[in-house]
Each structure stands twice: as C-alpha cells, then as structure tokens.
C-alpha cells in the first residue's frame, strides 16, 4: 500500500525551511527518500532504517518514528538547487526484502 | 563507472506494436528494478529481481508485460501489444543488495504509443 506524503506541494523562498512528512499504515523497516528534479531520474538521498535513527545529507536531515509508522524530511536554510520532487519510498517490515513502494511525491519550489 | 545503462531513450510505437526496453545495471549489484512513472499513477514498481530471479512482480500490470533477466548485467521489459495508456516513462535501477538499499536509476525511456 502506498505511503501518504504531506505536502502535496510547497513553496519556499531561498533560505527558508521546510518539512516534507510520509506516513503509512503498515509497519516499516525502512524508509527511503529520494529527489526528482524534472526531466531526470530520480536520486537518492537517505535510507532510515528501523530504530529511530535519524540521518543526515548537507542541510537535508530525516527522521524515522517506528511506532508512527512515519518519516519526516526536514530541508533547512534551502537552496534554488533544492528544488524537485522528494518521494518517500517503504519497505514493509512484515515483508522484508518485498513490497517496497514510493509514494506519490512533494513538489517543491525554492523561488530566488 | 557508467551508471545504469537504459535503451534506447525516447520509443515511439503505433498500437499494438511490440515494444522492448533494454536496461544494463550498474557492474557489481544483484538487484534490478523495473519502475514507470505517469503524471496520473506516479512512480509504480512493476518488477524486482534479486540476482537475476523475479522477487516481486505484483507491480506488472497485465499479461501483455513481461520481463527478463537472463544474466547479472542484462535486463529486457517487453510490452506485447502496446496500448496508448502504456506510454509513460520507464525507469530501470539498480541496487547492491535488494530493496533496502540506495537505488541507482537509469536516465530512463520515455515511451509513447500512438
């Protein structure tokens, strides 16, 4: 089943911050988030796993709450570069290593 | 490293046409994924493979598409016969040990069926 992503959509000025949450009504193992910039494939940008941990790329954190089945991206200070499409991306925990899935996407605009 | 190798880029094909989609994936990984992403659906898994074996193929949406996998560095996904709501683009990745780990994607082929 496809994770819920909140936002649909967001847009920021440069600098600004920004939090992009994904949710789900199964339990995870994992979460994934990746960016799309448009025209081009979509990049990864960090896997949490199971355990709350929480992780780090340049001013782009995420964390990871078991329990709630969820995951927040959090953007800081952004940048023009920051702009694209973050999708969330599970994997159950009941069906380990099957059933990864992306969710429907957050645009986000960083204006000048 | 040359990434993960998609052919050909664009596709344009008439309905009910055979339409093949070639992807190598990076040297080294034992996982491939077929995905298609769609303004209407977003991006949809169709298939994953685990050192050349299909895992998870709940995503393909109908007879009409199969894929393969007949060595580590080679992969096809074969839609017969293409309908015009087949058009989308389709990405192929890889990845070094399965689903829970970083997915590198091909640039992608953009497919349109008239």
């Known amino acids: 089943q496809q994770p819920v992503q909140s936002p649909q959509a967001v847009i920021l000025r440069e600098g600004e911050d920004a939090v992009i949450n994904c949710s789900s009504s199964?339990?995870?193992?994992?979460v994934h988030w990746y960016r799309q910039k448009h025209g081009e494939a979509p990049v990864f940008l960090m896997i949490?796993?199971?355990?709350?941990e929480q992780k780090g790329h340049e001013k782009i954190s995420a964390s990871f709450n078991e329990k709630k089945q969820q995951s927040s991206l959090y953007l800081t200070a952004s940048q023009l570069s920051y702009s694209g499409t973050y999708f969330c991306?599970?994997?159950?925990?009941?069906?380990?290593?099957?059933?990864?899935?992306f969710g429907p996407g957050t645009r986000l605009s960083v204006l000048p | 490293d040359a990434g993960v190798i998609q052919s050909p880029r664009h596709e344009v094909t008439e309905m009910g046409q055979e339409v093949t989609l070639r992807c190598k994936p990076i040297?080294?990984?034992?996982?491939l994924f077929w995905y298609r992403q769609t303004m209407m659906r977003g991006l949809e898994l169709l298939i994953y493979?685990?050192?050349?074996?299909?895992?998870?193929d709940s995503g393909m949406p109908e007879d009409r598409f199969s894929a393969k996998m007949p060595n580590a560095s080679f992969s096809t996904l074969k839609i017969q016969p293409s309908e015009p709501r087949d058009s989308a683009v389709y990405f192929c990745?890889?990845?070094?040990?399965?689903?829970?780990?970083?997915?590198?994607f091909g640039p992608g082929t953009r497919l349109t069926v008239t």
């Open positions: 990745a890889s990845s070094l040990g399965g689903a829970g780990y970083e997915q590198y």
């Open positions: 199964k339990a995870l193992y994992s």
């Open positions: 949490l796993l199971k355990g709350g």
């Open positions: 991306g599970t994997e159950s925990a009941d069906n380990y290593g099957q059933n990864f899935v």
């Open positions: 040297s080294g990984h034992n996982s």
């Open positions: 493979f685990n050192n050349n074996v299909p895992i998870d």
